[in-house]
Structure formats: C-alpha cells, structure tokens
T-cell receptor, first 111, second 114 residues
Framework: GQQVMQIPQYQHVQEGEDFTTYCNSS?????IQWYKQRPGGHPVFLIQ?????EVKKQKRLTFQFGEAKKNSSLHITATQTTDVGTYFC???????????FGKGTMLLVSP | ETGVTQSPTHLIKTRGQQVTLRCSSQ?????VSWYQQALGQGPQFIFQ???????GRGNFPPRFSGLQFPNYSSELNVNALELDDSALYLC?????????????FGSGTQLSVL
C-alpha cells in the first residue's frame, strides 16, 4: 500500500530560526495536503499542492511539491512560538479519494 | 471551528467491550472519513463514507464498522475492544468525493481501553 514518510520526527528551534520538514511518498500523488495539529488539538488544513513543481507561500510558510509528485516540503522562515505543533503531510493517489498521512514532524519553538 | 462535531469527547472502556462514536459533518458535506491517531503518530485511515455507502477502507479488522445516515452524520463502532484500540478517533468531513477536497476535522474522541 501507499506509504508517506516525513523527516525529521521532531525539531526544537530557537525563535527566529528557520524550520523545514520533508515528506516522501512511495507512490506518485495526484495532490498533497499539509495540516497542522496544535498540542491537544485536531489537524487543521494549511494548503494543497496539485501541480508538479508547484510552490505556494503563506506569509512565513513556503510549500513545495516535487517535480515527480512524490515529495514535498514545508519551510517556515523566522519561526515564532505560535508555530509550535505537529505538521503532517497527507497525499492522495490518482483515482483514490482517501488521504494517507505521514507520521508528522513535531516542532518546538523556544522563546 | 470547523463545524464538525464529535461525541463523546472522552471515553473509558474495558477490554472486550463495544463502543460507538458519533460524528456530525459540516453543513453541506456528504463525505465522512474516520481516522485513528495513536499517541505520537499520524492519523491512520479507517474508512470513508460517501452518501451512506462505504467508499474505501484502511487496514483495520472487521470489528471496526461504520454507518452514515441520510443527514450525512456518521457512527464508528468498534467491537471486542483491545488495549491497542486506545487512541484519538478523528472524524473528518468534506464536500465531495473528489481528489482535491480538503478535510475538516472534528476535535476527536479520546478512547482509553483498560
């Protein structure tokens, strides 16, 4: 079956440092979505990437979809304490309607 | 707030018992997916319902079953509970069975099996 892997599992940064999490799928994806889950909360949709090589920005967050549509990354510039949480990528295969989630990257930001 | 509500928020059961979790989807959404999230893990897909029919199932045994009602609300039933069933159960709704629909998650039901 499809597998989605994320690295690193955990990262602790000082406020103001940058952060990147990487996502790799065992199969080609029709699209990839990113979610953020705050401690004790539920996943909240951040963004969706559909096109090969697509790059999208949301303020300090930059999302990329690989040319082969099998990998993706999320980069946060100048982290803030409000960025704390676990970031999940989730991919959909062509012809399927279900999302497969990675295990997530937990981000801790120290002030 | 996503408009997806789940009940109960917390539940404690003993091994061998049965449990029913409930989910009301966001207004206008006809697709409901259920996920199991163990501590420190990503959500694992259990199954999805579209217009009252099961549409896709993850790698979970038959003792995990579900229903979707005409108003698109949904239930997850788990029989013969095992200790490993302890997890956060998340319901997510979306507006159509399309490949580019994002999921709106409820706050989840925290199930503890003793």
């Amino acid at each position: 079956g499809q597998q989605v892997m994320q690295i690193p599992q955990y990262q602790h940064v000082q406020e103001g440092e940058d952060f990147t999490t990487y996502c790799n799928s065992s199969t080609t994806l029709s699209n990839i979505q990113w979610y953020k889950q705050r401690p004790g909360g539920h996943p909240v949709f951040l963004i969706q990437l559909v096109k090969s090589g697509e790059v999208k920005k949301q303020k300090r967050l930059t999302f990329q979809f690989g040319e082969a549509k099998k990998n993706s990354s999320l980069h946060i510039t100048a982290t803030q304490t409000t960025d704390v949480g676990t970031y999940f990528c989730a991919g959909k295969r062509s012809g399927y309607s279900t999302l497969t989630f990675g295990k997530g990257t937990m981000l801790l930001v120290s002030p | 707030e996503t408009g997806v509500t789940q009940s109960p928020t917390h539940l404690i059961k003993t091994r061998g018992q049965q449990v029913t979790l409930r989910c009301s989807s966001q207004s206008g959404h006809n697709t409901v997916s259920w996920y199991q999230q163990a501590l420190g893990q990503g959500p694992q897909f259990i199954f999805q319902y579209y217009r009252e029919e099961e549409n896709g199932r993850g790698n979970f045994p038959p003792r995990f079953s579900g229903l979707q009602f005409p108003n698109y609300s949904s239930e997850l039933n788990v029989n013969a509970l095992e200790l490993d069933d302890s997890a956060l159960y998340l319901c997510a709704s979306s507006s159509e069975l399309a490949t580019n629909e994002k999921l709106f998650f409820g706050s989840g039901t925290q199930l503890s099996v003793l």
